[in-house]
């Protein structure tokens, strides 16, 4: 199904995907860099895409050609779809079952896997890639306990959040042999609820958003082992005893972070420093539960999703680094989960 797009708009800042939860469709979306207009130009419904669900997390591969979808309706199903960037329109090349309902994907550094994270399940799952960019059944479940995103950083090692179980968990990744191997843990405050983890370019320092606490802490990365070690740490919501919060980016720059936080419905900014520190140059409205959000590559846009709402906004971002919105737009029911393509 392709959507009529309004060919007035200045040439999109690149392509993104937004995942439609209450509707089980992944829409391809156009941002006009000077308007800030974003347009949905197709809309492709999961096919046996059946129930209903929150978050639909998804992942693109290296080149952003192919695009992985976790469907955790009645049936879990682990979705591929092909971008065609000249003709601006998803191709559905197939699905594949998963083993519980996952609520992060990544593909792995290597290209050829990947990799999915269930908390309900405490499972990681490693489906392989074929020749067509089509992932197939998992050849490996992993028990791992209440595990909520996996990123590999630039040393090659997975690591994985536990969010009940207050630890960030790191593995030895084999891609010969689709194995993942325990390596270090660092145990983080009880009930702080680790979610979501980001590294920076080179792998030396990474950055850990707990959803329960509301914090923000800043990790160093050991050169030798991987091992974490916390540097700082701050309060999105200082005083507040219970947080919501949920989605962690860091700027292309490397040097402003950003992340979300729910029962606010606000998006925080903060300046990140040599040794660690984190100051914070401000926080903005966001649209009604900001589960999810992403930059451009080029780091002069952010597109936030508003769960309960239904909206994406548009946030243009200047010189000090906080987003200012420029556009809000009706995207569809429960989006959950964008990327920047």
């Known amino acids: 199904m392709v959507l009529a797009v309004d060919t007035g708009h200045e040439t999109a800042d690149g392509l993104w995907a937004v995942a439609l939860a209450g509707e089980g469709a992944v829409a391809l979306c156009a941002l006009a860099p000077v308007t800030g207009a974003f347009d949905v130009i197709d809309k492709q419904f999961l096919p046996g895409g059946t129930g209903s669900c929150r978050g639909v997390p998804m992942a693109a591969s290296a080149d952003k050609g192919r695009i992985y979808v976790a469907w955790r309706g009645e049936a879990f199903r682990l979705f591929s779809f092909a971008l065609d960037r000249d003709a601006r329109r998803l191709t559905c090349l197939g699905g594949a079952s998963l083993p519980a309902s996952m609520c992060y994907t990544t593909v792995s550094s290597c290209g050829q896997v990947v990799l999915s994270t269930s908390n309900t399940g405490s499972v990681i799952a490693v489906s392989v890639i074929d020749e067509e960019g089509r992932a197939g059944d998992p050849l490996l479940t992993q028990e791992a306990f209440k595990a909520h995103c996996l990123v590999m950083a630039a040393n090659g090692l997975a690591y994985v959040t536990s969010l009940r179980g207050d630890f960030v968990q790191s593995y030895a990744f084999d891609a010969a042999r689709r194995d993942l191997k325990p390596l270090t843990r660092l145990e983080l405050p ?17 950055y850990l958003l707990s959803e ?31 947080a919501w919060a949920a989605e962690l980016r860091l700027g292309p720059d490397q040097t402003v972070l950003y992340a979300s936080e729910r029962s606010t419905s606000q998006i925080f900014a903060y300046r990140t420093g040599t040794h660690g520190g984190m100051e914070l ?26 769960e309960k709402s239904g909206e994406a906004w548009v946030y243009r971002i200047d010189g000090d680094g906080l987003p200012d919105r420029v556009t809000r737009t009706e995207i569809g029911a429960v989006p959950s989960w964008t990327l920047a393509l």
């Open 212 to 242: 329960f606490a509301g914090t923000l802490t800043s990790l160093n990365v050991d050169a030798e082992t991987g091992s974490l070690s916390v540097l700082d740490r701050v309060e999105m919501l200082p005083g507040v005893k219970r």
């Open 190 to 206: 009880e009930a702080s609820g680790p979610r979501h983890i980001v590294f920076t370019a080179d792998g030396t320092r990474a």
């Open 281 to 306: 140059i401000g926080a903005v409205p966001a649209p009604e539960c900001p589960t999810a959000f992403d930059l451009c590559v080029t780091g002069r846009h952010l597109v936030a999703l508003g």
